[in-house]
């Protein structure tokens, strides 16, 4: 029972470490969309230049990379977190298209365009990644509701080959008949009063019904026979 006690909190503390650290990725990933998007926007309207060597790179080159960065974002959100991520990104993604599409407007200039469809397709991947994982779990829990039913119906097979058995055993030794079920109900109650699990308390009771399975056996006029046994 310790065991299992232990087993149980172990369990329980690797579930508790990872929602917090999906609870961390998801922060981690929205800061840093936050801040791609922030240095899009800086970028894109800046006309300076970043001088490396003798080339001078544009700051506005780097829009494209920011921009990236943040699409990516809000495709791993997607990806590893589910519903809430899934819905986190379409928040995000939908707030950028009145400021892109104001942005043009104001700039009087199609720049911002190029911005303008990295939004569209991000949003169409969001959605078709998180419909993807929707029909994908829905085939997972078809295939474990199966794995159930298959594991309840061995489990029926096998108490009815209990059964079998333990009929079995009466036919063979009349003078017995009921002992093994006694004894089976004994045992799983002395192992409820213990404290048992309750897969111990049904191992306990199969063993108590199949106890006497070995009388099977034995022969009839060794088994019946009045008196003590001989040697012969």
Same mark, same amino acid.
């Given at each position: ?17 990872? =929602?917090?650290? !999906? ?17 899009? =926007? ?11 060597? %003798? ?18 974002? *809000? ?23 009145? !400021?892109?599409?104001? *942005? ?49 119906? *061995? ?12 009929? *079995?055993?009466?036919?063979? %030794? ?13 045992? =799983?109650?002395?192992?409820? %009063? !213990? ?35 001989? %040697?012969?």
């Amino acid at each position: 029972m310790e065991d299992q006690l232990l087993e149980n909190k172990t369990l329980k503390n690797k579930e508790g470490a990872f =929602r917090i650290h !999906m609870m961390v990725l998801y922060v981690v990933l929205i800061v840093l969309y936050l801040v791609a998007t922030y240095y899009t =926007r800086r970028v894109s309207s800046s006309n300076n230049d970043l001088q490396i060597f %003798d080339f001078s790179v544009p700051f506005r080159s780097f829009s494209g990379v920011f921009s990236s960065v943040a699409s990516m974002c *809000a495709i791993i959100m997607v990806v590893y977190l589910g519903k809430i991520g899934f819905i986190t990104s379409l928040i995000l993604c939908l707030s950028q298209f009145p !400021m892109i599409i104001v *942005a043009v407007i104001r700039g009087h200039s199609l720049m911002g365009l190029p911005g303008l469809f990295i939004n569209i397709l991000t949003l169409m991947a969001i959605i078709v990644i998180y419909q993807r994982n929707k029909k994908i779990e829905k085939y997972r829990k078809i295939e474990l509701d199966q794995l159930k039913e298959q594991e309840k119906g *061995a489990r029926r097979l096998f108490e009815q080959t209990i059964t079998s058995l333990v009929t *079995a055993i009466d036919a063979k %030794d009349v003078y017995s008949r009921g002992h093994s079920v006694r004894v089976a109900k004994y045992s =799983r109650q002395i192992a409820e %009063d !213990m404290g048992k699990e309750e897969r111990e308390c049904k191992q306990i009771f199969y063993a108590g019904l199949l106890h006497d399975v070995g009388k099977i056996g034995i022969a009839d006029r060794i088994l019946t026979k009045n008196g003590k046994l001989t %040697d012969e």
